[in-house]
């Protein structure tokens, strides 16, 4: 056997360990543009790889989670909640032997799309693109994927395989769904999408709630006599106070929030292994075929669950702190979007050329995707400085 072979038969994942409804390759739709396979990964590690290569993914760095990058260093960023995320669908995706790679590329790509500022940025821009077809950071992910990124000579995008695009796009308006062919069916039809991509999803939700609670107590904007009335932190705060006692609060809330997302893991494994059964799933079809999600909590920790989730909403991202950091988001990308709207020779050279392109195929709402895309595709720190250097050029001078 040559040195190639092997190394191709080495990479390829060994499918006898994977349930019968986890994703392969083999059997995947695959890419949209055919390539050679490569010699030493599977093709979900090519998509792992793509996503961490690209300029979107780096961007993530310098984009708000909850509290603005500059409000302090040691906050959640976009990048650091991705990693997370990556983490836990991972350790999820194992113990239910699944696809693992395919379950780390999802994760990693998942919130390319995410504007600046969070999600007060996201509300501005769908605002501001309402008559345009709004703007949906889950359906700019699959963009930057698909379009956006100008990494490779024969197309843009990562090219990435099917499954991988699939569950990115999460979420999918019926309009949208029907000008995309294979990947929008599911919507139309109520169908699920692989269980890699469900179990991603709630991983998503496990990460954001639990770090933005430890990031909550850190600003001081929640504090843990809050948190006490919250089940499913006071059940844990109640046993690590009494076996740890002594310890620092800051040390025991790193405690509790290990278990609850202990907790959170563990009962969204085993309800997901009771759902399969129940359902008889012995094939990823059988995944695709239903008109529920498989991967799910408990009754009881999905209420509890949903406790948490209500508290955070109140208590966290409604704070007058960060409404005041929202508000001031939300009026920087407006005013942003209705100054290039209105003046496209402010954008950037490579941008205004192609709003000009735009605009002669699609008129106005070309001209806005494009500014959209800008300004998605914007860390807080750059958003920050456009706005300043839009400002400046419109201030009249004495």
């Known amino acids: ?65 909850v509290f603005i990058n500059h409000e302090g260093d040691l906050y959640r960023t976009r990048l650091t909640h991705t990693l997370e995320v990556a983490q836990i669908a991972r350790s999820i995706a194992r113990a239910l032997r699944l696809n693992e790679d395919l379950t780390e590329a999802i994760a990693l790509a998942h919130d390319l799309g995410h504007t600046a500022f969070g999600h007060a940025g996201q509300d501005a821009l769908h605002e501001c693109m309402q008559d345009f077809g709004g703007f949906e950071h889950n359906f700019q992910s699959l963009r930057v994927v698909d379009k956006l990124e100008e990494k490779y000579p024969d197309y843009n995008g990562l090219n990435l395989m099917f499954d991988t695009r699939e569950g990115i796009l999460k979420h999918c308006s019926l309009k949208n769904a029907r000008s995309m062919g294979a990947l929008g069916k599911r919507f139309i039809d109520r169908t699920q999408p692989s269980l890699e991509a469900q179990l991603t999803n709630i991983a998503d939700e496990i ?76 094939s990823l079809e059988d995944v695709r075929s239903l008109n529920i999600p498989l991967a799910s909590f408990s009754p009881e920790v999905k209420s509890k669950n949903s406790a948490l989730k209500s508290f955070l909403n109140k208590n966290l991202y409604q704070h007058a702190q960060v409404d005041r950091m929202s508000t001031n988001a939300k009026m920087m990308i407006t005013e942003l979007f209705k100054q290039f709207f209105n003046s496209p020779d402010l954008l950037p050279d490579e941008h205004r050329e192609t709003a000009y392109i735009k605009e002669k195929i699609n008129g106005a709402s070309g001209v806005a995707r494009v500014i959209s895309d800008y300004i998605a595709g914007m860390t807080d720190r750059y958003a920050q400085t456009e706005y300043n250097r839009i400002t400046n050029h419109n201030r009249p001078t004495e």
Do not use: W
């Open 1 to 65: 056997m040559s040195t190639s072979k092997a190394y191709v038969e080495n990479a390829i994942v060994d499918s006898s360990r994977l349930a019968n409804y986890a994703v392969i390759q083999e059997t995947s739709p695959g890419r949209r543009f055919s390539e050679p396979s490569c010699q030493t990964r599977t093709e979900f590690q090519r998509d792992r790889d793509r996503v961490i290569h690209s300029t979107a993914f780096r961007r993530l760095e310098y984009k708000t989670q």
């Open 207 to 282: 990460a954001y709630n639990n770090h933005d609670v430890d990031d909550g107590l850190r600003s001081g904007l929640i504090t843990i006599k809050q948190l006490r009335g919250v089940e499913l932190f006071d059940q844990h705060y109640v046993d690590v106070n009494k076996r740890f006692g002594e310890l620092t609060e800051k040390r025991k809330t790193h405690e509790v929030v290990r278990r609850i997302i202990n907790e959170l893991v563990c009962d969204l494994i085993g309800q997901t292994k009771q759902n399969l059964n129940l359902h008889n799933i012995s």
